[in-house]
């Protein structure tokens, strides 16, 4: 228990790093999840939360100083509640939605703090100091990284000490818990439904229903259904590709036919 808790401490402590300051792709759920879920020993778990939760937090990206529910402390929670409180999936993710607004407060205080201490910085810049413009950077991702390491820790013992009063709230308290799991269940779709309305051009509404139709078709036949996904994104992606061919051709016939004419 102690190795679980200090294995989940260090990774917690690398994944708010990662939000940052390094790939910005470690912090991911459906890659820390299944990290979280092997320090706990439940990995398959750990790639089903991973994946549902990535559909809910991927329309979420900060923008400027506006920070989105953070989804390192919702991956972890999620995962605690579920492996440790042994509530269901849908559960689990419902309740690390309250968390992850509260990490969402942790990043913006941090952020707070550091804007007094920046000055430093640029003093180091103007003095031509690059060990003090270090100085600051890491001094960030300590704060950081430790706030959310000292969280995940709570969150480990809390969610293993509440799992009993849990599985009986669930039990006396039936139609809450269910509303829970509806909320959870919903929650990807409006995750992915934020990134549409960002992401989507109006001509792209027909690739949108063809991949939609593909899924409800593969899904429900017995021979694909478990490959429904991967069948999706290469067809997916045969469409790219033939789109970036067609453009590519398209762009060199229109800068050869730049000059005088051929006669044809």
Do not use: H
Request: net charge negative; aromatic share 10%.
């Amino acid at each position: 228990m102690i190795l679980q808790a200090l294995l989940l401490a260090v990774a917690t402590f690398i994944f708010a790093i990662d939000q940052f300051s390094l790939t910005e792709l470690l912090y991911r759920p459906i890659i820390a999840c299944p990290i979280i879920g092997l320090i706990l020993g439940d990995v398959n778990t750990g790639l089903v939360i991973g994946g549902t939760y990535e559909l809910m937090m991927v329309g979420n990206m900060p923008v400027g100083g506006a920070q989105p529910p953070n989804a390192v402390l919702g991956s972890i929670v999620a995962m605690i509640f579920a492996v440790k409180s042994g509530l269901p999936v849908d559960q689990a993710l419902g309740l690390a939605v309250v968390f992850s607004v509260f990490g969402q407060y942790v990043v913006t205080f941090t952020f707070t703090f550091m804007s007094y201490i920046m000055a430093k910085a640029d003093k180091a810049a103007e003095n031509a100091d690059p060990a003090g413009i270090t100085g600051v950077n890491v001094l960030s991702m300590c704060i950081l990284g430790g706030l959310f390491a000292v969280l995940a820790l709570v969150a480990y013992f809390g969610g293993d000490a509440a799992s009993e009063a849990l599985k009986s709230f669930s039990e006396n308290a039936s139609w809450f818990m269910g509303g829970l799991g509806a909320a959870g269940k919903m929650m990807r779709y409006v995750g992915f439904a934020v990134l549409l309305k960002i992401m989507l051009a109006n001509d792209m509404w027909g690739i949108y229903f063809a991949g939609f139709t593909a899924a409800a078709i593969l899904g429900n036949i017995k021979a694909t259904s478990g490959a429904t996904l991967i069948l999706v994104a290469f067809i997916g992606f045969a469409i790219a590709m033939y789109d970036y061919n067609t453009n590519v051709k398209i762009k060199q016939l229109t800068s050869n036919n730049g000059g005088a004419g051929d006669g044809i």
